[in-house]
């Protein structure tokens, strides 16, 4: 029996299921591409149980996937679609039975304090919409086959975060110590007993910077943070990418060096290939502007001829995605797409379509997007053996058969 699950009221999710779509005639290849998928597919783990399984991709109990063709056509990633990254177990789930019992230590401030989430909503609360995406999104395009889930394109969301500004509770402390130059946070999920925390714990530094827009956030989509996404209470850094957005926060320092903690100096680097990971390589923090076609994909079948309506998700981290341009022949040319639907912020990303006339034959469709500063999405991956930040919009092309 599955659980049911709040989401998003409907006015907010613009008809962003697959029948929806099949409604409006712009997804027929959907549902049968879904309910195919969905007879073999892994059951959810228990902790997801309320998921729409139909929408998901089981790689393991800590690894779910957002199928790709099912975010559907609103700006916002309903809860019950969107993906799962664990790195480590989560807390026990009586911690979300009273979220706001859970406490977090506040330290690198004038007046260090460990404050429960009751205290932290009366300090003060903002929401924002930003992309939340697995630093791995895009592995699976790698031909080197790195280690780790071979994400597609749905290890990301775009989900509505409410909380309190970390600058709020900064200056609610006196302000930052002398010479902060990070913000380190940690998680709370279990460790395992016998092994030196620091070699397991989920402990990420970020630039003093990021502390501008980061919340301490409590709710998802208009609901309490639930345990699958980090409840009750998550670290939420717009513009960075779903390790630095740390889970079951329960400390919060600000200092002059990064963690030692292995996850941020030897894990999530960008290690070229043949090499081993190292503190001197760049570190995994803010993502690269990037889009994908969502429709069609050509699946199960051929495309109809005529009248073709390409649609497709897109962003730009740290920086508002500004354009975006679709190409029916594998880059050989390309046409403006236009925005559609609303504009949730820089953080947050938007639908895009171009209206085109297939006729039978062979398409190559892709994306390729520019954000305000001009950068546009490459081409081509960055080879790494960790398959991070992959946006090449070769990879993320699609080929489609128009009968």
Known sequence: MRVPHPSLPRRLVLKGTAGALAAAGLGSWTTGAVAQAAAAAKPLPPY??????????????????TRRGTFGLGVVTPADRLYIRNNLPAPDASVVADPDAWRVEITGVASPMTL????????????????????????????SKPSGT???VGAAGCVVWTGVPVRTVVAALGGLASGARYMTGTGGEKLPEGVDPKSVVVERSLPLAALDDA???????GHPLSLAHGG????????????????YVRQLAFGDA??????????Y????????SDPSQPSVLAMEVKSWIESPLGEPGPVQRGTTQITGLAFGGLHAVERVEVSIDGGQSWREARFIGPNLGRYAWRQFVLQVDLQPGTYTLASRATDAR??????????NTGGYNNNSWTDHAVKVVVA
């Open 215 to 221: 919340l301490l956030a409590w709710e998802m989509n």
């Open 258 to 267: 990064e963690s030692q903690a292995r996850i941020m100096a030897r894990g």
């Open 116 to 143: 429960s989430v009751g205290q932290l909503k009366s300090l003060g609360v903002e929401t924002v919409a930003a992309v939340l995406q697995c630093s791995g999104n895009g592995r699976g395009f790698f031909p």
């Open 374 to 383: 001009g950068q546009t999405q490459p081409q081509h991956r960055t080879e």
């Open 232 to 247: 009750p209470l998550r670290l939420v850094v717009p513009g960075y990418s779903g390790v630095n957005n740390i889970k």
């Open 48 to 65: 997801a149980a309320w998921k729409d399984a139909r929408s998901m991709i089981v790689h393991s109990s800590s690894t779910v996937e």
């Open 269 to 276: 680097r960008i290690t070229p290939p043949g090499s081993k």
């Open 150 to 152: 071979p994400w597609k």
